[in-house]
Every structure is written in C-alpha cells, then in structure tokens.
C-alpha cells in the first residue's frame, strides 16, 4: 500500500476524482460534488507538496533549468486546481467539456512533473 505523500499515492488519488468528475460528464450531469472533491484534494495534498518542496527540497540547490523546470510545473498545477476551483463556485467557464480537458491536463502535468521531479531528485 501506497504511504501518504508518496507520488504514486498522490497521483492515484488526484486520477480516482478526475475519473469521477469525466464519469458524470459522460451522464451528462453538472459535477458538483466530485468537482468539490477534486478541487478540495488538489487543496489539501498536491498544492501543499508542492509548496513544501518549494521550501525544502529547491532550496539551496544551485538553480538549474530542471529545477526552473518544476517550479513552473508547480505554477501551473495551482492555475489548473483554480480553474477547477472557480467552476466549482459556479465562476467561470462552466463548460462541462472545459472542466474535464482542464481535469485531464491537470493529471497529465502533475504524471510529468513527478516523473520529472523524481529524475531531479535521484540526481542530486
């Protein structure tokens, strides 16, 4: 079993909402609750994780462009999770078919940056 904070956990958690949020789509209901879910996960796991390594693990290591490299993905991860966040609310673009291209771009980066930051961190 996968421990929190581990990637593979993180990655699978953020996967099993969005396959909820495009599971409504396909009924073609609004998803309310499971955009709620998504949005309040990417809140409590990813963007901290995130934010921790900003502060723990690229600290003090000499800058470099894979570093920049992640600190981008990081930028955009957070610009995702509130576009997510804002249909949410009800602000926005509430197009079902936004939210679930957003929702899948969000899985694809956040696949890449782990692999990414994964290669960064065994080569340190």
Request: hydrophobic share 40%; proline share 4%.
């Amino acid at each position: 079993m996968a421990r929190p904070g581990d990637p593979a956990a993180l990655l699978n958690g953020v996967q099993e909402l969005v396959d909820a949020v495009l599971a409504a789509e396909v009924i073609g209901r609004w998803p309310q609750a499971e955009l709620t879910a998504l949005v309040s996960y990417l809140h409590a796991e990813v963007l901290p994780r995130a934010q921790q390594e900003e502060r723990e693990v690229f600290t003090g290591r000499p800058s470099s462009s894979r570093i920049a490299k992640l600190r981008r993905d990081h930028r955009r991860l957070g610009e995702a999770t509130e576009v997510l966040a804002r249909a949410a609310r009800g602000e926005g673009n509430r197009s079902v078919a936004h939210v679930s291209t957003t929702a899948r771009s969000l899985v694809s980066q956040l696949d890449r940056h782990l692999a990414s930051e994964h290669e960064v961190l065994t080569l340190a």
